[in-house]
C-alpha cells in the first residue's frame, strides 16, 4: 500500500488508492490469519464452515466486491483533475453538465493495466506467448506456423550476433519442418 501511495503521490494524484485498498486487506488479514490464530488452528471452526466450498465461494465473493469497490472508487477519486482552489473542497470541482471533463482517463487505463500486467505476470498467465510448440500425447512437435516464425527469429539473433559462426544449438538440432503438410 505503500507503494500505492507512493505511485500517486509522484503522478501528483491524491493518495486514497492505498487508503482504499487497506480496508479489504485488512478484512482479508483478519479473517484469514487473525481468526485461525485465535481458534488456534486454520482449519478449523464450527463445523468446519471454512472448508465448505459455498463458504468459500461467499467469502471469495464478498472479499472480492468489496476490493473492486474500493478499487473503482480510488481509481475515480484520485484521477480527478482538480477544478478548484486550495480554499475550496475538493468536491466542488465538478459542475452539473459541465462541458469539461474533470477524470483522467489516460491515468485510470494506465492504473488498470498495470495491475493486469502484474497480476498476468504473477501467476504465470502466458496467454499470448506462442513461443511453445504444441506437441501431441507422444511428444512429438505438431509444426504450426508459430514454429516456422520462432525458427526464423532464432535465425535473425544469430546474424546480430558478434560470432555468427556459434549457430544456436536448438535450431540445428532440430529437423526441419516439411512445408507440404
Keep these: 500500500m505503500g507503494r500505492e501511495w507512493e505511485l500517486s503521490f509522484r503522478l501528483g494524484m491524491r493518495p486514497w488508492i ?20 485465535g481458534q488456534e488452528a486454520f482449519l478449523m471452526a464450527e463445523h468446519n464452515i471454512l472448508m465448505h466450498p459455498f463458504h468459500m465461494l461467499g467469502v471469495a465473493g464478498v472479499f472480492g466486491g468489496s476490493l473492486f469497490s474500493a478499487m473503482h472508487g480510488s481509481l475515480v ?3 480527478l483533475i482538480r477544478e ?3 480554499n475550496e473542497s475538493a468536491n466542488e470541482g ?5 462541458e469539461e471533463e474533470t477524470y ?3 491515468a485510470a487505463h494506465g492504473i488498470w493495466f498495470t495491475a493486469l500486467g502484474i497480476s498476468t505476470m504473477a501467476f ?6 506462442s513461443t511453445k510448440s504444441v506437441v501431441d500425447s507422444q511428444g512429438r512437435v505438431i509444426n504450426t506456423w508459430a514454429d516456422i516464425i520462432n525458427r526464423a527469429n532464432l535465425g535473425m539473433e544469430v546474424m546480430h550476433e558478434r560470432n555468427a559462426h556459434n549457430f544456436p544449438l536448438d535450431l540445428a538440432a532440430i529437423e526441419a519442418p516439411s512445408t507440404n503438410g
Design 18 to 37: 492505498a487508503v482504499a485498498y487497506s480496508a479489504p486487506v485488512a478484512a482479508a488479514t483478519a479473517v484469514f490469519l487473525i481468526y485461525p490464530i
Design 77 to 79: 477519486t484520485s484521477s
Design 84 to 86: 478548484t482552489t486550495e
Design 94 to 98: 465538478y459542475r452539473f453538465g459541465q
Design 104 to 106: 483522467n482517463i489516460v
Design 124 to 129: 504465470n498467465l502466458n496467454g499470448f506467448n
